[in-house]
């Protein structure tokens, strides 16, 4: 799906991957997808391009996602929903892994922290990042609230921020590994950039 628009902003392709057994036979609607596309939407001001994916809890089906989105489709971002817990069919981290040629922890360890703010048993999530050559992909919570909670972070009855969410970091991230500048809608979620970093407003 693409966002038409004749900004100056850079472009984005964003790939969005839900992984689900029941979701991608029929069972019942996908949820992921929907939830990531909404976030993403309100969060950047790019206009972006959604390379979509629905696909089974099976380690082949999904490296092969990953690597096709990173690869051929030339996404900057790839955002993964399901498949992260401790279950026997829960192998998204393994796929994210075996595709990865670095691994960023610091985002693993970050939505644990946000999710320990509500359940212990956050600590049984096994979420991943990596960078694939100039792409950034993060596992995601299954559920809708977790994962707008683990993007976005944690606000105060007053608006301010309790608990950083893990999107404040990613425009910078991508800017380091070449790339588009994305820019944030900062009332919804402030990216954090070193004033170094920073460039003028189109």
Same mark, same amino acid.
């Given at each position: ?15 969005i991957v839900s992984v689900s057994d029941r979701a991608s036979s029929g069972v019942y609607e996908d949820k992921g997808l929907p939830a990531l596309q909404d976030w993403l939407t309100q969060a ?8 979509? &994916? ?34 026997? &069919? ?96 900062n009332d919804f979620c402030a990216a954090f950039r070193p004033k170094s970093a920073l460039r003028p407003p189109k």
């Amino acid at each position: 799906m693409t966002e038409a628009s004749n900004s100056p902003l850079d472009p984005v392709r964003i790939g969005i991957v839900s992984v689900s057994d029941r979701a991608s036979s029929g069972v019942y609607e996908d949820k992921g997808l929907p939830a990531l596309q909404d976030w993403l939407t309100q969060a950047l001001q790019n206009p972006i391009q959604f390379v979509p &994916r629905l696909i089974p809890d099976e380690i082949d089906r999904i490296s092969a996602a990953l690597t096709e989105l990173c690869d051929d489709e030339n996404c900057a971002l790839v955002l993964t929903t399901g498949g992260t817990g401790p279950a026997l &069919r829960d192998v998204t981290p393994e796929a994210t892994l075996a595709v990865g040629h670095k691994e960023m922890p610091g985002f693993g360890e970050q939505m644990r922290q946000i999710s320990l703010k509500f359940v212990p048993t956050a600590i049984l999530s096994r979420q991943v990042a990596v960078i694939r050559g100039q792409t950034l992909i993060i596992n995601l919570p299954g559920q809708p609230k977790s994962i707008q909670e683990t993007l976005g972070g944690l606000k105060g009855a007053d608006g301010s921020p309790v608990v950083p969410g893990i999107f404040a970091a990613v425009p910078y991230c991508i800017d380091l590994i070449g790339g588009p500048y994305l820019e944030t809608r900062n009332d919804f979620c402030a990216a954090f950039r070193p004033k170094s970093a920073l460039r003028p407003p189109k």
